[in-house]
């Protein structure tokens, strides 16, 4: 099956700056790599996707670049702000399945 | 309105207390799932059904037992809770089980003492 690594397991940025968490996923069937985010206390949403077809997504302050040779996909927060802490998780699926993967999370500060 | 729903939020109970926690969604999906998100936050997929069929059973002891009496509820029965059992249960849906979003409901908080 899939396994999906997740770094760095905690990061602190300090607000304005730029935030990068990366993923590397097994099995190169995945097609579609979303990320979501969880506040304390809340529920994971999602704040980007990335198809398997596209090497870069950006929306505002958020982006997402996928290389399939390598098998690693990032997110990148510019310009941070406070409310940009929470812990986020990328996950994988496969065209084979319809089962996510996700990785194991990153919790991440902005020190304002 | 909200889109994915579950019953209840916080759950305290006693080792081997049989336990349910329900899940709704108004979506109009065709899939639904239940994770298990334990102390370190690692989101683990526990059950997948589409339109009422399971399609994922994970590895998971059979004391957990989903049930889908139609395609917009999926619950989940609890039998004999361990301590180890303590953890955030999500649902979650999505459109066909696809290539597609996943979206969560709000979780619920099981505590087994």
């Known amino acids: 099956g899939e396994n999906v690594e997740q770094h760095p397991s905690t990061l602190s940025v300090q607000e304005g700056d730029s935030a990068v968490i990366k993923c590397t996923y097994s099995?190169?069937?995945?097609?579609?790599f979303p990320w979501y985010k969880q506040e304390l206390g809340k529920r994971p949403q999602l704040i980007i996707d990335?198809?398997?077809?596209?090497g870069e997504k950006k929306d505002q302050r958020i982006a997402v670049t996928l290389n399939k040779t390598a098998k690693h996909f990032s997110l990148h927060i510019t310009e941070t702000q406070p409310e940009d802490s929470a812990v986020y998780f990328c996950?994988?699926?496969?065209?084979?399945?319809?089962?996510?993967?996700f990785g194991t999370g990153t919790s991440l500060t902005v020190i304002p | 309105d909200t889109a994915v729903s579950q019953t209840p939020k916080y759950l305290v109970t006693q080792m081997g207390n049989d336990k349910s926690i329900k899940c709704e969604q108004n979506?109009?999906?065709?899939?639904m799932y239940w994770y298990k998100q334990d102390s370190k936050k690692f989101l683990k997929i526990m059950f997948s059904?589409?339109?009422?069929?399971?399609?994922i059973n994970e590895t998971v002891p059979n004391r957990f037992s989903p049930k889908s009496p139609d395609k917009a509820h999926l619950n989940l029965h609890i039998n004999s809770l361990e301590l180890g059992d303590s953890a955030v249960y999500f649902c979650?849906?999505?459109?066909?089980?696809?290539?597609?979003?996943?979206?969560f409901g709000p979780g619920t908080r099981l505590t087994v003492l």
């Open positions: 059904y589409n339109n009422k069929e399971l399609i």
């Open positions: 996950a994988a699926l496969t065209n084979t399945g319809n089962q996510f993967y």
């Open positions: 979506l109009g999906h065709d899939t």
């Open positions: 099995d190169s069937a995945s097609n579609y």
């Open positions: 979650a849906s999505s459109p066909s089980g696809g290539v597609d979003t996943q979206y």
């Open positions: 990335i198809r398997s077809n596209v």
